[in-house]
């Protein structure tokens, strides 16, 4: 009994450790992420400073674009343009964006 019960609380305390990330909605973050595209949406497209090839982000894995937007939001992640931008958003207004972009077709 003493090991079930054990095993019970290592059980609820892992999962109240666990992080919990908004739930997202995808339509709202459609509209969010209209702004994105201007750069993340042109193929070939190189930022002018600091030089570097853009990354397309449709399709791109809903934790991952979370962990970016909330990095560069902090300041963990070196960017002055993501990082205004990643400013502006509130956690929802991330989960949002982070569901509609993961929810695009990869482009090729």
């Known amino acids: 009994m003493k090991q079930v019960l054990l095993t019970a609380a290592c059980l609820l305390l892992a999962t ?6 908004a739930k997202g909605d995808p339509k709202v973050g459609k509209q969010l992420a209209y ?4 750069c993340h949406g042109i193929v070939e497209y190189k930022n002018a400073y600091p ?11 809903e934790k991952y674009i979370i962990d970016a937007l909330n990095d ?8 002055p343009t993501m990082h205004a ?3 502006s958003f509130s956690d929802q207004d991330i ?14």
């Open 95 to 108: 989960a949002d964006i982070a569901a509609y972009l993961s929810s695009l077709t990869p482009a090729k």
């Open 51 to 61: 030089n570097y090839h853009v990354p397309k982000i449709g399709g791109q894995n």
């Open 16 to 21: 109240a450790a666990a992080p919990v990330f």
């Open 85 to 87: 931008q990643a400013q």
């Open 72 to 79: 560069y939001k902090k300041g963990d992640r070196n960017h």
């Open 35 to 38: 702004t994105c595209t201007g």
